[in-house]
C-alpha cells in the first residue's frame, strides 16, 4: 500500500538542530497541536534550570495534557553558572532516569527532551545514555529532540530532522533578547 492509502501508526524520532533559534520553539508547536487532538505530552528539559521563561507559564495552560519538567541545574559555562561542571553531570544523568521513566510509562503521545543534544555535545550524557532513551520508547510514542549541534548518529537514526540556520538575528544589531519572543 502506499503512504496515501495507510496511515501507519507509529512512533517517530524527531530532531530539531542546528544554530538557529526556533528548535524548542518548533517542538512546543508540535505540543500545541497534540493537545488540539487530547493528546498527552511531556516535556523534560535539559540545561535550562534556573531561568524563568515565558514556556514555564504557557505551558500550565496546557495542562493536564501537557507537563513539563526542568531536569538541568541552568545553562552551563555561561552568564550566571557558578556551579561544579559534577552538578550539571550529575542532574543529566537523573534527567535521563526520569526521561526513561516517562517514556517507559507509555502514558504519553509525545515526549520532548529539550535541549537533549547540547547536554550531549557538553559532555552532561552521554551516547549510551541518548541511545538507552531510544530503546526504551515504545514503538506509538513519539519522541522529540532538540538543541543545536546533534551528533551524525542521531540524525542518521531519526525519522525527521530538521536545522535551524541562522541568517539574520536581532542580537546581531544590539538586541537584547526579549519577553515573550525569546524567553
Known amino acids: 500500500m502506499t503512504a496515501k492509502t495507510k496511515e501507519e501508526k507509529r512512533g517517530l524520532l524527531i530532531v530539531y538542530t542546528g544554530n538557529g533559534k526556533g528548535k524548542t520553539t ?75 521513566e516517562k517514556i517507559k510509562s507509555e502514558k504519553f503521545n509525545i515526549v520532548i527532551l529539550d535541549e537533549l543534544n547540547v547536554a550531549y555535545k557538553l559532555g552532561l550524557v552521554n551516547q549510551e545514555d541518548i541511545e538507552s532513551l531510544l530503546k526504551a520508547n515504545p514503538p506509538k510514542q513519539h519522541l522529540v529532540i532538540t538543541g543545536r549541534d546533534a551528533p551524525d548518529w542521531l540524525i542518521e537514526k531519526a ?8 541568517i539574520k538575528h ?3 544589531q544590539g538586541i537584547m533578547a526579549q519577553k515573550g519572543v525569546d524567553w
Open 26 to 100: 518548533a517542538a512546543l508547536g508540535m505540543c500545541v497541536r497534540a493537545v488540539g487532538y487530547d493528546w498527552k505530552i511531556s516535556i523534560i528539559q535539559f540545561v535550562k534550570g534556573s531561568w524563568k521563561y515565558g514556556e514555564l507559564k504557557g505551558i500550565k495552560k496546557l495542562e493536564p495534557n501537557v507537563e513539563l519538567m526542568t531536569v538541568g541545574e541552568g545553562f552551563v559555562g555561561i552568564v550566571d553558572d557558578t556551579k561544579d561542571f559534577k552538578e550539571h553531570v550529575k542532574a543529566a544523568k537523573e534527567g535521563i532516569t526520569v526521561a526513561i
Open 159 to 166: 525519522d525527521l530532522v530538521t536545522e535551524m540556520k541562522e
Open 170 to 172: 536581532p542580537y546581531q
